[in-house]
């Protein structure tokens, strides 16, 4: 299991605060982690920001913040920025300034909110520097599991997950052995906004309908892997990787109302759960302070008696082959879900600029799948290669 047990868990606090770095704090993930830093003043030292190119925003939490370091991996806005930026924060600018942040020694813990591959090369250098990880990039251990277990190894660092569902796995596991009392994982998931429709209405929708999640605020990308289950496919693999499962003890339960985030069934006959309001501050909030808990002001608390159902239904893997395909990925091993990953972040991009259907998703991803599949590698740099063969391929 590459997840730590309470006696392992690294101390990351320095004189009562945890000093703190936040990639990607444009995005959903960064956002809620900055509001549960106004919740917290006092436990916290905020030591860099890191966005991409959404510079306004980021002179906006730069000025309010005051972070010692911020750095805008798109150079192409770096005078924008510095137009905008009032504080005596530290700007660089460019990829290698980002890697640079990821490993500062003033920091323990790095929140990992870089959405897709290009957030890889950060968890491994903030892993072997020996940071904490709260890893909300799961794109990351889908597309270099061996290459994040290396870092870790080598950095002594740890892995902390954010996704609501490895939250609350994880959460669940406490006090367990995870090779003698787990008989299976169940992950749930909401079904998105198309949950119970079939593949002839799925031909005509549009972005703007696929972005309309019912329960969760999320970004883009995030929310049409969501739309197409690609999301809980990535998860799985995700779990299998952290929790060390094999698939086939890793179950996916459609839960429309996505209060129940997941569960472990033991070898007793009973299931373990984790429950809440759809808040991304709470698994954010316990990745920074685990083994604790810590105050988190949500929007609301579960009210059992008023939260009369929660249902449960199985995946339509007909008209939603994403899951199927991700075991696949998983059977298959070494690079095999790199390329999974890979292959759906490029049409999901076509397809949020009008370039594909909705369905082209799922045929595309295969396609890719099918052809690059077997390719090995053994280093980032390797992987770097074939993410790009792949763009070629589905661009062409």
């Given at each position: 299991?590459?997840l730590?047990?309470?006696?392992?868990?690294?101390?990351t606090?320095?004189?009562?605060k945890?000093?703190?770095i936040i990639?990607?704090?444009?995005?959903?993930?960064?956002?809620n982690?900055?509001?549960?830093?106004?919740?917290?003043?006092?436990?916290?030292?905020?030591i860099?920001?890191?966005?991409?190119?959404?510079?306004?925003?980021?002179?906006e939490?730069v000025?309010?913040f005051?972070p010692?370091y911020?750095?805008?991996?798109?150079?192409n806005?770096?005078k924008?920025?510095?137009?905008?930026v009032?504080?005596?924060?530290?700007?660089t600018?460019?990829?290698?300034?980002?890697?640079?942040?990821?490993?500062?020694?003033e920091?323990?813990?790095?929140?990992a909110?870089?959405?897709?591959?290009?957030?890889?090369?950060?968890?491994l250098?903030?892993?072997?520097?020996?940071?904490?990880?709260?890893l909300?990039?799961?794109?990351?251990?889908?597309?270099g599991?061996?290459?994040?277990?290396?870092?870790?190894?080598k950095g002594?660092?740890?892995?902390?997950?954010?996704?609501?569902?490895?939250s609350?796995?994880?959460?669940?596991?406490?006090?367990?052995n995870?090779?003698?009392?787990?008989l299976?994982?169940?992950?749930?998931?909401?079904?998105g906004?198309?949950?119970?429709?079939?593949?002839?209405?799925l031909?005509?929708v549009?972005?703007k309908d696929?972005?309309?999640?019912?329960?969760?605020?999320?970004?883009k990308?995030v929310?049409?892997?969501?739309a197409?289950l690609?999301?809980?496919?990535l998860?799985l693999?995700?779990?299998?990787y952290?929790?060390d499962?094999?698939?086939?003890?890793?179950?996916?339960?459609i839960?429309?109302?996505?209060?129940?985030?997941?569960?472990?069934?033991?070898?007793?006959?009973s299931?373990?759960?984790q429950l809440?309001?759809p808040?991304m501050?709470?698994?954010?909030?316990?990745?920074?302070?685990?083994?604790e808990?810590?105050?988190?002001?949500?929007?609301s608390h579960?009210?059992l008696?008023?939260?009369?159902?929660?249902?449960?239904?199985?995946?339509?893997?007909?008209?939603?082959?994403?899951?199927?395909?991700?075991?696949?990925?998983?059977?298959?091993?070494g690079s095999?879900?790199c390329?999974?990953?890979?292959?759906?972040?490029?049409?999901?991009?076509?397809?949020?600029?009008?370039?594909?259907?909705?369905l082209?998703?799922?045929?595309?991803?295969?396609?890719?799948f099918?052809?690059f599949?077997?390719t090995?590698t053994?280093?980032y740099?390797?992987l770097?290669?074939?993410?790009g063969e792949?763009?070629?391929?589905i661009?062409?």
């Amino acid at each position: 299991m590459l997840l730590p047990i309470p006696s392992t868990a690294k101390k990351t606090r320095i004189e009562g605060k945890i000093p703190l770095i936040i990639l990607g704090s444009t995005g959903s993930i960064g956002k809620n982690t900055l509001n549960i830093l106004e919740q917290n003043r006092n436990d916290f030292e905020l030591i860099g920001l890191s966005a991409n190119s959404n510079f306004k925003l980021f002179a906006e939490q730069v000025n309010k913040f005051k972070p010692k370091y911020a750095v805008l991996a798109n150079e192409n806005f770096s005078k924008e920025l510095l137009n905008l930026v009032s504080s005596q924060t530290k700007l660089t600018f460019g990829e290698n300034a980002l890697v640079e942040l990821s490993q500062n020694e003033e920091a323990t813990t790095v929140v990992a909110g870089i959405v897709g591959f290009q957030g890889l090369k950060t968890v491994l250098t903030a892993l072997e520097s020996g940071k904490r990880v709260c890893l909300a990039n799961k794109e990351s251990i889908v597309s270099g599991r061996n290459l994040v277990e290396s870092s870790l190894k080598k950095g002594q660092g740890e892995i902390i997950p954010v996704d609501s569902e490895h939250s609350a796995i994880f959460q669940c596991i406490q006090g367990l052995n995870h090779k003698t009392d787990i008989l299976n994982l169940i992950i749930t998931a909401s079904g998105g906004p198309f949950f119970g429709k079939t593949k002839e209405y799925l031909r005509n929708v549009q972005p703007k309908d696929a972005l309309n999640h019912p329960n969760w605020s999320m970004g883009k990308k995030v929310t049409i892997d969501s739309a197409t289950l690609f999301n809980k496919g990535l998860e799985l693999i995700e779990a299998s990787y952290l929790f060390d499962i094999p698939e086939e003890r890793i179950k996916v339960h459609i839960h429309p109302q996505s209060i129940v985030h997941s569960m472990v069934e033991t070898v007793d006959g009973s299931s373990i759960a984790q429950l809440g309001i759809p808040d991304m501050k709470v698994p954010i909030a316990y990745s920074l302070s685990y083994p604790e808990k810590r105050f988190v002001n949500v929007e609301s608390h579960i009210d059992l008696l008023k939260q009369s159902k929660l249902d449960f239904f199985a995946v339509d893997s007909e008209t939603f082959p994403s899951i199927e395909l991700s075991r696949e990925a998983l059977r298959t091993g070494g690079s095999a879900t790199c390329v999974l990953n890979s292959s759906n972040e490029f049409v999901v991009e076509d397809f949020l600029a009008g370039k594909i259907s909705f369905l082209d998703i799922f045929s595309k991803v295969e396609n890719a799948f099918n052809k690059f599949s077997q390719t090995k590698t053994s280093s980032y740099n390797e992987l770097l290669e074939l993410h790009g063969e792949i763009e070629k391929f589905i661009k062409a």
